[in-house]
């Protein structure tokens, strides 16, 4: 499932142009809904808290995508990415392998502008 929530703007750092970021939140209140099933039928749900780190570095190929017809202008680095994750409720914890064991298959840092911010 997809989940947003507000993060605090002290939590992310980013530069584009260096090619990294970070993204720490701690203890983050979210819903255990157990499945899809549950949730998209509206079920019973628990309380819980996630807390990760996420580093965005190894900065590579840059480039830019630019659309004048649909009003839209990116410009990316590819990256490297690792995380290390938590979750936890009531009688249960999940803790993944520390972030140093991460594999990072694609990652890419960008700013874009589209629509009236074109």
């Given at each position: 499932?997809?989940?947003?929530t507000l993060i605090p703007t002290d939590a992310i750092s980013v530069n584009v142009a260096a090619g990294t970021a970070r993204l720490c939140l701690t203890?983050?209140?979210i819903i255990d809904a157990h499945d899809v099933v549950n949730a998209l039928t509206r079920g019973?749900?628990?309380?819980?808290?996630?807390?990760?780190?996420?580093?965005w570095e190894n900065?590579?190929?840059?480039?830019?995508v630019h659309d004048e017809s649909n009003r839209f202008d990116l410009n990316f680095v590819n990256t490297s990415s690792?995380?290390?994750?938590?979750?936890?409720?009531?009688g249960?914890?999940?803790?993944?392998d520390p972030s140093t064991t991460s594999v990072?298959?694609?990652a890419e840092l960008g700013s874009e502008r589209n629509g009236v911010f074109f």
């Open positions: 499932m997809f989940w947003t203890d983050s209140f019973p749900v628990d309380q819980a808290s996630v807390s990760f780190v996420v580093h900065p590579g190929d840059t480039g830019n690792r995380i290390e994750w938590s979750a936890t409720k009531q249960f914890k999940f803790v993944s990072s298959d694609f």
